[in-house]
């Protein structure tokens, strides 16, 4: 019964990630540095928000190789669910809004990503691909999460800006406020996993 529960709040919560990001794009004030090269690979190729969105996933996973980085299931949903959920989310919110709706529907689209985050790290079926590039890379090389994270957010804003990506103040407040909303929803959706009895340290019988 665990297992399926954790199941069905990775799937909703990989769905309602795609749907977290179609309302950011739709807000059309910025967007995070990953969707802006999504959008900005777009721009050339017309290939589709999502397709793009699974291609990248891909080729990240495939850097996860010489990083000795092992995916989980929750790896592989969120590489090719994520992108579908973001196309059916641009299907059915309205593009042009006046700015006010926008603005809302950026903040909706922002903590609808937090939750999102929180519902699938929470299930502990492994990280979603930028993600575990992230981590992978802090424990191959050392250097603090943040610098990594920083270093590799830069330069896909920087590449996704060339190529025409919508960059603006909602880049900006998705960087700053992603953190702390995911630092309060992650813990607020983590499923605790039972302890194995074969693990006297962990179960308190030593």
């Not at 977290?20 to 739709?26: F, K, N």
């Not at 499923?191 to 009895?197: D, N, P, S, Y």
């Amino acid at each position: 019964m665990l297992v399926t529960r954790r199941l069905i709040q990775l799937l909703i919560g990989l769905f309602l990630y795609g749907i977290g990001i179609a309302l950011i794009v739709r807000a059309g004030i910025g967007v995070a540095p990953w969707d802006v090269l999504t959008q900005g690979i777009d721009n050339h190729t017309q290939l589709g928000f999502g397709l793009i969105t699974i291609l990248l996933s891909g080729v990240v996973l495939l850097l996860w190789i010489p990083i000795r980085q092992k995916p989980g299931a929750g790896t592989l949903l969120n590489a090719v669910l994520v992108g579908p959920a973001a196309d059916v989310g641009l299907w059915l919110i309205p593009a042009n809004l006046d700015l006010w709706a926008r603005i809302v529907l950026f903040a909706v689209g922002l903590l609808t990503v937090a939750v999102a985050t929180g519902l699938y790290i929470g299930a502990h079926f492994g990280p979603g691909p930028r993600d575990g590039l992230m981590t992978g890379l802090h424990k191959r090389t050392g250097w603090k999460i943040w610098i990594v994270r920083t270093g590799i957010e830069v330069m896909v804003l920087g590449i996704g800006w060339a190529l025409g990506g919508n960059v603006g103040i909602g880049t900006a407040l998705f960087a700053v406020l992603i953190g702390p909303l995911c630092q309060r929803t992650i813990p607020l959706f983590a499923i605790k996993r039972a302890v194995r009895a074969a693990d006297p340290a962990r179960a308190g019988t030593a």
